[in-house]
Structure formats: structure tokens, C-alpha cells
């Protein structure tokens, strides 16, 4: 697990960022109707991106240990504005499609076991996030 990501712009575009985390060095950038120019994913991409890599990873863990005959996981994920109690709030579709010879039971196992990846955990409790700012 990275322990830290360092963000920061590149200079290379309105709001292009550099992304590295660990060895990995990504791009971000906002999508050419929000004014960037969409050269990387932009940020609610990455957190869909990280949910659907824990969702499938956790899934093929889980039946890895169980032996289920699970062959691929694939996860597409999509992001919109909805309204709750007369406040806009931000929500996350998950469609989870498992192939390989499951039963009924299983398949909703499973279904279960996304729902505890440590990633949607995170995302739907209340996470503490402080910030700082350094000299």
C-alpha cells in the first residue's frame, strides 16, 4: 500500500498535475468542458478508479481463498449529483459483472464481500481529513 501521493502541476497545462504515488507517476487534468485539457483522468476518476480496483482485487482475494470458480471481475463505475433531504450529494454507481461457473449463493456472497472493500468502507463512512499548510 502507497503511503503517500505527492500532487503537484506540472506546468504543462491550465490544470494539469503531476501524480506520483510510490513509483507510479500519473497525470490529472480536468476534461476540456470543466476548462483543462483533459490529459489524464480527472479527480472523481481516480476515486471511482481506486474503488473499482479495490472492489475487483478484494473480490478475486475472497475467491481465491474460497476456491470459487470465479475466471474475471470487471467493475464500471459512474458518478452523479443526486438530492437527499434537499442537499446535493455526490454518489457512486457500481456495476459489478463476475464471470465464471457461480451459483446463486455465491454470487451474492460475493456481492457482499465488494461492499467490504476497504476502499468503500472509506468512502462510505465519514473520513477525517486534515489539512496543513507547510512552509
Not at 6 to 22: D, F, H, L, P, S
Amino acid at each position: 500500500m502507497s503511503s503517500k501521493v505527492i500532487v503537484a502541476e506540472n506546468g504543462q497545462g491550465r490544470y494539469q498535475q503531476q501524480v506520483i504515488a510510490g513509483q507510479h507517476h500519473l497525470i490529472a487534468d480536468e476534461p476540456a468542458s470543466m476548462g483543462g485539457a483533459d490529459a489524464g483522468p480527472a479527480p472523481f476518476d481516480f476515486i471511482m478508479s481506486g474503488l473499482g480496483a479495490c472492489t475487483s482485487m478484494t473480490l478475486r482475494m475472497y475467491a481465491e481463498r474460497k476456491e470459487l470458480p470465479l475466471t474475471r471481475v470487471s467493475v464500471e463505475l459512474s458518478h452523479d449529483k443526486v438530492e437527499i433531504d434537499g442537499a446535493q450529494r455526490d454518489r457512486i454507481t457500481r456495476h459489478i459483472t463476475l464471470e465464471g461457473d457461480l451459483s446463486a449463493e455465491q454470487r451474492q456472497r460475493l456481492l457482499e464481500i465488494a461492499n467490504k472493500c476497504p476502499v468503500h468502507r472509506a468512502l462510505s463512512q465519514s473520513i477525517q481529513l486534515e489539512c496543513n499548510l507547510l512552509d
